[in-house]
């Protein structure tokens, strides 16, 4: 199955306000007021004030009016592990009643009892289910999502997965990046052989994922119910001698030096970070490593230790936000949820949840250089939103005031209002 191609569109839309996100700006949200944005192939060409578009560049380009609304960058979910088969709602219930998650996970729940009805899936059923969560997160305006593999534990599940994921960025206006994550659990079958099981996923399938071309990067859950510090080095290595980049479930539960290590790898990004020291804090700004926050899974296993915000903000770390929608610590399917659990939760503030789904979501995926801001050269994904400020974004819980939204300059059909002429 072939990665995603975006269309590639062109066209003039007036009569709206943009949050171009760009770095390079001073004031919050990198404003332009009254502006024009021209697309040609697919591409920004020209953003700014209207009243200095340059005269005639418009010239044969379709002609959209916004009605005075404001667009952002197309939203990016950059972490979630939306495909796989059954359900987690008796855990749920099982912790309501005092079970923690790691108890559940020891006891053979958790992860690995995804596994055998991911493996049976086959892999139509899987994509029609996946298919479901993802359309969720078009509604509010996602034009791009990272998934990852890490239900299968095994060379031809993992393999499934990836395919799975890959396929639902074709034909739905979003870009889809694959994260394989075999390294998420120990399988049954390896049951007290962990290093073999990371010898297996080094040596076979980790290989095969990149011979195939299925994953854009790879990521450990590096815990103490998971995996450890030295194994996940070595699946780094293997990673690194393969020319994958990597990521890392770090910090989840407790300091296993997870965000340190990613950044001995200049991994894209390390996730969760509730457990971060302050030396781990410093060696991702060093590296750059984006710290990803996960607002949905903190709330859902009702954890009380936050992620340190102002080490981030200290030490200049660029944050983002994600669903890490899953079965398990998270079935959250609203981005814009996590912008208000990331302000209302961590004390992020509303311009820095926004930074988190846009411009540094694009840093945590490898590819701001294509999205996650508008500014010419970059994809022209963006959203209209019917909102007064940007900051509103991050206010509503349950709202969606997605007015449309644009993928490579094409309007998308689900929330295309018609063109003005
Ligand atoms: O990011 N913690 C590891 N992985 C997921 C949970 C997956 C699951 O519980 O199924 C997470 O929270
Ligand atoms: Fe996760």
Redesign the pocket.
Known sequence: MQPSSPPAADGVWTDLNLATMSAAHEQPYAPVRDAALLVRGGRIEWLGPRASMPHGAQVGLPHYRAGGRWATPGLIDC?T?LV?AGS?AQEFEMRLGGAS?EEIARRGG??VA?VEATRKADEHGLYAQSLRQVRRLLEEGVTTIEIKS??GLDLDTECKMLRVARTLGVGHGVDVKTTFLGA?ALPAEFKGRADDYIGFVCREVLPAVAREGLADAVDV?C?RI?ITAGQTERVFESARALGLPVKL?AE?LSDCGGAALAARFSALSA??LEYVPEAGVKAMAAARTVAVL?PG?FYFLRETRKPPVALFRKHRLPIALAT?S?????PATSLLLMLNMGCTLFGLTPEEALAGVTRNAAAALGIADETGTLEVGKCADFVLWDIERPGELAYGIGANPCHQVVKGGAPMPSRAPGRAD
């Open positions: 972490h592990h796989y987690r998650y958790g992860i995804m890490g239900y998420h859950f815990e998971g479930h989840q996730d969760h996960l899974a890490d899953n079965p398990g610590s998270s």
